[in-house]
Protein backbone atom coordinates (compact mmCIF):
# COMPACT_ATOMS: atom_id res chain seq x y z
CA UNK A 1 0.00 0.00 0.00
CA UNK A 2 1.24 3.48 -0.88
CA UNK A 3 1.49 5.87 1.73
CA UNK A 4 1.18 10.16 1.19
CA UNK A 5 4.41 12.06 0.75
CA UNK A 6 2.55 15.18 2.33
CA UNK A 7 1.84 14.62 6.11
CA UNK A 8 -1.12 16.27 7.49
CA UNK A 9 -1.12 19.09 10.06
CA UNK A 10 -1.64 18.27 13.61
CA UNK A 11 -4.90 19.19 15.16
CA UNK A 12 -5.01 22.76 16.23
CA UNK A 13 -2.03 24.43 14.25
CA UNK A 14 -2.95 25.91 11.42
CA UNK A 15 -1.34 25.49 8.31
CA UNK A 16 0.39 28.80 6.27
CA UNK A 17 -1.85 31.49 5.25
CA UNK A 18 -3.31 31.06 1.41
CA UNK A 19 -1.93 33.95 -0.77
CA UNK A 20 -5.04 36.34 -2.08
CA UNK A 21 -5.73 35.76 -5.27
CA UNK A 22 -4.70 38.55 -7.66
CA UNK A 23 -7.57 41.48 -8.33
CA UNK A 24 -9.46 41.26 -11.36
CA UNK A 25 -9.28 44.71 -13.26
CA UNK A 26 -12.40 46.14 -13.70
CA UNK A 27 -13.86 46.35 -16.81
CA UNK A 28 -13.48 49.66 -18.72
CA UNK A 29 -16.57 50.33 -20.76
CA UNK A 30 -15.80 51.93 -23.99
CA UNK A 31 -16.25 55.80 -24.08
CA UNK A 32 -18.53 55.32 -27.79
CA UNK A 33 -20.85 52.87 -25.66
CA UNK A 34 -20.85 54.99 -22.37
CA UNK A 35 -22.16 57.97 -25.03
CA UNK A 36 -24.97 55.58 -26.36
CA UNK A 37 -25.99 54.39 -23.26
CA UNK A 38 -25.83 58.10 -21.49
CA UNK A 39 -26.71 60.52 -24.06
CA UNK A 40 -29.33 62.14 -22.39
CA UNK A 41 -27.13 62.99 -19.22
CA UNK A 42 -23.93 64.20 -21.56
CA UNK A 43 -26.49 66.40 -23.66
CA UNK A 44 -27.39 68.22 -20.38
CA UNK A 45 -23.48 68.95 -20.83
CA UNK A 46 -24.22 70.77 -23.94
CA UNK A 47 -25.33 73.96 -23.80
CA UNK A 48 -23.20 75.06 -20.70
CA UNK A 49 -19.88 73.89 -23.06
CA UNK A 50 -20.96 76.02 -25.75
CA UNK A 51 -21.68 78.65 -23.49
CA UNK A 52 -18.37 79.00 -21.90
CA UNK A 53 -16.83 78.01 -25.68
CA UNK A 54 -18.80 81.52 -27.61
CA UNK A 55 -18.55 83.54 -24.46
CA UNK A 56 -15.29 82.80 -22.77
CA UNK A 57 -12.86 80.94 -25.08
CA UNK A 58 -13.82 82.68 -28.22
CA UNK A 59 -13.21 86.51 -27.38
CA UNK A 60 -9.57 85.40 -26.02
CA UNK A 61 -8.79 85.32 -29.98
CA UNK A 62 -9.95 89.32 -29.72
CA UNK A 63 -6.66 89.85 -27.06
CA UNK A 64 -4.66 90.17 -30.08
CA UNK A 65 -5.51 93.67 -30.53
CA UNK A 66 -3.47 94.58 -27.53
CA UNK A 67 -0.60 94.38 -29.76
CA UNK A 68 -2.01 95.50 -33.07
CA UNK A 69 -3.34 99.04 -34.15
CA UNK A 70 -7.45 98.13 -34.57
CA UNK A 71 -9.32 100.45 -36.41
CA UNK A 72 -13.46 100.29 -36.03
CA UNK A 73 -14.64 98.74 -39.54
CA UNK A 74 -11.03 97.05 -40.57
CA UNK A 75 -10.10 93.62 -39.48
CA UNK A 76 -11.25 92.60 -36.04
CA UNK A 77 -7.99 91.35 -35.38
CA UNK A 78 -6.48 94.68 -36.09
CA UNK A 79 -4.51 96.40 -39.23
CA UNK A 80 -1.28 96.85 -37.84
CA UNK A 81 1.21 95.23 -35.59
CA UNK A 82 2.47 97.37 -33.09
CA UNK A 83 4.10 95.41 -30.66
CA UNK A 84 4.24 96.55 -26.80
CA UNK A 85 3.41 99.81 -27.52
CA UNK A 86 -0.25 100.23 -25.89
CA UNK A 87 1.39 97.96 -22.82
CA UNK A 88 3.90 101.14 -22.63
CA UNK A 89 1.40 103.93 -22.79
CA UNK A 90 -0.41 102.23 -20.04
CA UNK A 91 2.36 101.73 -17.56
CA UNK A 92 3.51 105.07 -18.32
CA UNK A 93 0.17 106.42 -17.85
CA UNK A 94 -0.48 108.50 -14.26
CA UNK A 95 -4.22 108.21 -14.38
CA UNK A 96 -3.84 103.95 -15.27
CA UNK A 97 -1.93 104.25 -12.00
CA UNK A 98 -4.39 105.97 -9.90
CA UNK A 99 -7.46 103.50 -10.99
CA UNK A 100 -5.03 100.37 -9.84
CA UNK A 101 -4.32 102.20 -6.47
CA UNK A 102 -8.50 102.61 -6.32
CA UNK A 103 -8.82 98.92 -7.20
CA UNK A 104 -6.26 97.40 -5.07
CA UNK A 105 -7.95 99.75 -2.11
CA UNK A 106 -11.50 98.66 -2.96
CA UNK A 107 -10.99 95.16 -3.65
CA UNK A 108 -8.39 95.37 -0.23
CA UNK A 109 -11.29 96.09 1.65
CA UNK A 110 -14.11 93.93 0.10
CA UNK A 111 -11.96 91.01 0.79
CA UNK A 112 -10.66 92.45 4.31
CA UNK A 113 -14.52 92.76 5.65
CA UNK A 114 -16.96 90.78 2.58
CA UNK A 115 -15.23 87.50 3.30
CA UNK A 116 -15.38 86.73 6.92
CA UNK A 117 -18.51 88.37 7.90
CA UNK A 118 -20.18 85.36 5.98
CA UNK A 119 -18.46 82.72 7.97
CA UNK A 120 -19.23 84.73 11.14
CA UNK A 121 -22.96 85.43 10.15
CA UNK A 122 -23.08 80.99 9.66
CA UNK A 123 -21.64 80.43 12.99
CA UNK A 124 -24.42 82.21 14.75
CA UNK A 125 -27.07 81.14 12.64
CA UNK A 126 -25.36 77.51 13.92
CA UNK A 127 -25.55 78.76 17.61
CA UNK A 128 -29.44 79.58 17.17
CA UNK A 129 -31.70 76.86 18.58
CA UNK A 130 -35.30 78.61 17.66
CA UNK A 131 -36.14 77.79 13.98
CA UNK A 132 -38.39 79.98 13.48
CA UNK A 133 -35.56 82.47 14.18
CA UNK A 134 -33.46 81.02 12.34
CA UNK A 135 -35.47 81.25 9.25
CA UNK A 136 -36.49 85.10 9.60
CA UNK A 137 -32.77 85.64 10.08
CA UNK A 138 -32.08 83.45 6.87
CA UNK A 139 -34.60 85.11 4.84
CA UNK A 140 -33.62 88.58 5.31
CA UNK A 141 -30.37 87.99 5.05
CA UNK A 142 -30.46 86.17 1.61
CA UNK A 143 -33.22 88.57 0.28
CA UNK A 144 -30.87 91.43 -0.92
CA UNK A 145 -28.91 88.83 -3.32
CA UNK A 146 -31.69 88.40 -5.23
CA UNK A 147 -32.07 92.07 -6.11
CA UNK A 148 -30.65 93.60 -9.22
CA UNK A 149 -27.84 95.68 -8.80
CA UNK A 150 -29.70 98.62 -10.42
CA UNK A 151 -32.06 98.66 -7.51
CA UNK A 152 -29.21 98.05 -4.94
CA UNK A 153 -27.96 101.31 -6.10
CA UNK A 154 -31.05 103.13 -6.20
CA UNK A 155 -31.79 102.05 -2.62
CA UNK A 156 -28.40 102.86 -1.73
CA UNK A 157 -28.25 106.63 -3.41
CA UNK A 158 -32.15 107.36 -2.17
CA UNK A 159 -30.84 106.89 1.19
CA UNK A 160 -28.13 108.85 0.86
CA UNK A 161 -29.44 111.16 -1.13
CA UNK A 162 -28.39 115.22 0.36
CA UNK A 163 -32.51 114.91 1.26
CA UNK A 164 -32.44 111.11 1.90
CA UNK A 165 -33.65 108.96 4.99
CA UNK A 166 -29.81 108.92 6.26
CA UNK A 167 -29.11 112.57 6.33
CA UNK A 168 -32.52 113.25 8.35
CA UNK A 169 -31.84 110.88 10.67
CA UNK A 170 -28.73 113.24 10.72
CA UNK A 171 -30.58 116.32 10.91
CA UNK A 172 -32.79 115.12 14.43
CA UNK A 173 -29.25 115.37 15.87
CA UNK A 174 -28.18 118.92 14.70
CA UNK A 175 -25.98 117.37 11.78
CA UNK A 176 -25.86 119.05 8.90
CA UNK A 177 -26.76 117.05 5.70
CA UNK A 178 -23.84 114.92 4.16
CA UNK A 179 -23.38 114.80 0.59
CA UNK A 180 -22.63 111.26 0.14
CA UNK A 181 -22.59 110.59 -3.16
CA UNK A 182 -20.91 113.40 -4.09
CA UNK A 183 -17.62 113.43 -1.77
CA UNK A 184 -14.82 111.40 -3.34
CA UNK A 185 -14.03 110.26 0.48
CA UNK A 186 -17.56 108.22 1.10
CA UNK A 187 -17.21 106.07 -1.77
CA UNK A 188 -15.03 103.17 -0.82
CA UNK A 189 -17.60 102.99 2.74
CA UNK A 190 -20.78 103.10 0.28
CA UNK A 191 -19.28 100.70 -1.78
CA UNK A 192 -18.25 98.05 0.85
CA UNK A 193 -21.27 98.66 2.96
CA UNK A 194 -23.66 97.58 0.17
CA UNK A 195 -21.46 94.93 -0.89
CA UNK A 196 -22.11 93.39 2.94
CA UNK A 197 -25.54 94.10 2.64
CA UNK A 198 -25.97 92.71 -0.41
CA UNK A 199 -23.64 89.23 -0.40
CA UNK A 200 -23.25 88.20 3.69
CA UNK A 201 -26.25 86.60 3.81
CA UNK A 202 -26.15 84.49 0.34
CA UNK A 203 -22.60 83.65 1.22
CA UNK A 204 -23.85 82.15 4.52
CA UNK A 205 -25.02 78.88 2.67
CA UNK A 206 -22.05 77.54 1.69
CA UNK A 207 -20.40 77.63 5.03
CA UNK A 208 -23.51 76.22 6.89
CA UNK A 209 -23.74 73.17 4.45
CA UNK A 210 -20.37 72.67 5.32
CA UNK A 211 -21.43 72.99 8.62
CA UNK A 212 -23.75 69.67 8.66
CA UNK A 213 -20.71 67.55 7.57
CA UNK A 214 -18.76 67.98 10.89
CA UNK A 215 -18.92 64.88 13.22
CA UNK A 216 -21.31 65.45 16.20
CA UNK A 217 -18.82 62.90 18.35
CA UNK A 218 -16.45 65.47 17.97
CA UNK A 219 -18.61 68.48 19.94
CA UNK A 220 -19.18 65.08 22.54
CA UNK A 221 -15.38 64.82 23.10
CA UNK A 222 -15.10 68.21 23.42
CA UNK A 223 -17.13 68.63 26.03
CA UNK A 224 -16.34 65.64 27.83
CA UNK A 225 -12.70 67.22 27.86
CA UNK A 226 -14.51 70.36 29.48
CA UNK A 227 -14.44 72.70 26.00
CA UNK A 228 -16.52 75.37 26.19
CA UNK A 229 -18.68 76.66 22.89
CA UNK A 230 -15.76 79.00 22.67
CA UNK A 231 -13.60 76.25 22.27
CA UNK A 232 -15.88 74.17 20.65
CA UNK A 233 -16.04 76.75 18.13
CA UNK A 234 -12.64 77.31 17.67
CA UNK A 235 -10.96 73.42 17.93
CA UNK A 236 -14.04 71.83 16.07
CA UNK A 237 -16.10 73.95 14.25
CA UNK A 238 -13.55 76.05 12.23
CA UNK A 239 -10.82 73.21 10.87
CA UNK A 240 -14.33 71.61 9.96
CA UNK A 241 -15.09 74.32 7.53
CA UNK A 242 -11.48 75.18 6.89
CA UNK A 243 -11.06 73.41 3.09
CA UNK A 244 -14.24 75.43 2.52
CA UNK A 245 -12.86 78.22 3.94
CA UNK A 246 -9.88 77.99 2.20
CA UNK A 247 -11.88 77.10 -1.61
CA UNK A 248 -13.55 80.54 -0.93
CA UNK A 249 -10.44 82.50 -0.06
CA UNK A 250 -8.75 81.69 -3.54
CA UNK A 251 -11.69 82.17 -5.76
CA UNK A 252 -11.83 85.58 -3.90
CA UNK A 253 -7.90 86.45 -4.12
CA UNK A 254 -8.24 85.60 -8.20
CA UNK A 255 -10.90 87.94 -8.59
CA UNK A 256 -8.94 90.58 -6.35
CA UNK A 257 -8.57 92.89 -9.30
CA UNK A 258 -12.23 92.14 -10.87
CA UNK A 259 -14.42 94.82 -8.20
CA UNK A 260 -17.68 94.86 -9.42
CA UNK A 261 -18.25 96.83 -12.42
CA UNK A 262 -21.97 97.36 -12.71
CA UNK A 263 -22.40 98.34 -9.14
CA UNK A 264 -18.69 101.20 -9.44
CA UNK A 265 -20.72 102.15 -12.90
CA UNK A 266 -24.04 102.68 -11.32
CA UNK A 267 -22.65 104.32 -7.95
CA UNK A 268 -19.58 106.93 -9.39
CA UNK A 269 -19.70 110.34 -11.08
CA UNK A 270 -17.19 112.58 -12.59
CA UNK A 271 -16.91 114.07 -8.82
CA UNK A 272 -15.77 110.60 -7.52
CA UNK A 273 -13.35 109.49 -9.86
CA UNK A 274 -10.50 110.11 -7.73
CA UNK A 275 -11.24 107.24 -5.59
CA UNK A 276 -14.12 105.04 -7.68
CA UNK A 277 -12.66 104.92 -10.99
CA UNK A 278 -11.38 101.15 -11.06
CA UNK A 279 -9.79 99.12 -13.50
CA UNK A 280 -13.32 97.74 -15.04
CA UNK A 281 -14.19 100.77 -15.34
CA UNK A 282 -11.82 102.77 -16.84
CA UNK A 283 -11.54 100.06 -19.38
CA UNK A 284 -15.08 101.03 -20.17
CA UNK A 285 -14.65 104.54 -20.85
CA UNK A 286 -11.88 104.16 -22.59
CA UNK A 287 -12.44 101.38 -24.87
CA UNK A 288 -16.60 102.01 -25.39
CA UNK A 289 -16.90 105.81 -25.05
CA UNK A 290 -13.39 106.51 -26.50
CA UNK A 291 -13.02 104.23 -28.79
CA UNK A 292 -9.74 103.17 -28.22
CA UNK A 293 -10.16 99.41 -28.41
CA UNK A 294 -6.47 98.67 -28.31
CA UNK A 295 -5.32 100.50 -25.66
CA UNK A 296 -8.50 98.94 -23.53
CA UNK A 297 -7.43 95.91 -24.67
CA UNK A 298 -3.91 96.23 -23.13
CA UNK A 299 -5.44 97.01 -19.87
CA UNK A 300 -7.91 94.14 -19.95
CA UNK A 301 -5.02 91.80 -20.79
CA UNK A 302 -3.06 93.03 -18.01
CA UNK A 303 -5.56 92.50 -15.52
CA UNK A 304 -6.77 88.81 -16.64
CA UNK A 305 -2.55 87.95 -16.16
CA UNK A 306 -2.45 89.90 -12.67
CA UNK A 307 -5.39 87.61 -11.36
CA UNK A 308 -4.34 84.36 -12.96
CA UNK A 309 -0.90 85.23 -11.07
CA UNK A 310 -3.20 86.04 -7.88
CA UNK A 311 -4.70 83.11 -8.04
CA UNK A 312 -1.81 81.20 -9.21
CA UNK A 313 0.07 81.77 -6.09
CA UNK A 314 -3.01 82.14 -3.31
CA UNK A 315 -3.33 78.40 -4.64
CA UNK A 316 0.58 77.44 -4.13
CA UNK A 317 0.80 78.53 -0.58
CA UNK A 318 -2.68 77.46 0.81
CA UNK A 319 -1.22 74.08 -0.39
CA UNK A 320 2.04 74.00 1.10
CA UNK A 321 1.22 75.74 4.42
CA UNK A 322 -2.40 74.18 5.12
CA UNK A 323 -3.02 71.36 2.76
CA UNK A 324 -5.29 72.35 1.22
CA UNK A 325 -5.95 73.40 -2.76
CA UNK A 326 -8.31 73.86 -5.38
CA UNK A 327 -5.50 71.56 -8.04
Known amino acids: MSTSTKSASPPGIQGPPKPDPPPVPSARVPWRRALRRDWQLYSLALLPLLFFLVFRYLPMLGNVIAFRRFQPGGSIFGEQWVGLRYVEMFLSDPTF ?3 FRNT ?7 LVFCFPIPIVLALLLNEVRRRSLKRFVQSVSYLPH ?11 MQMLATDGAVNHVLGWFGHDPIRFIQEPGWFRTIYVGSEIWQTAGWGTILYLAALTTIDEDLYEAARIDGANRWRQIWHVTLPGIRPTMITLLILNIGTFLAVGFEKVLLLYNAL ?6 VISTYVYRTGVESSSFSYAAAIGLFEAITGLVLIVSANQLSRRTVGTSLW
Open 97 to 99: WQV
Open 104 to 110: LWIGGLT
Open 146 to 156: FLSMVIVAGIT
Open 272 to 277: TYPTAD
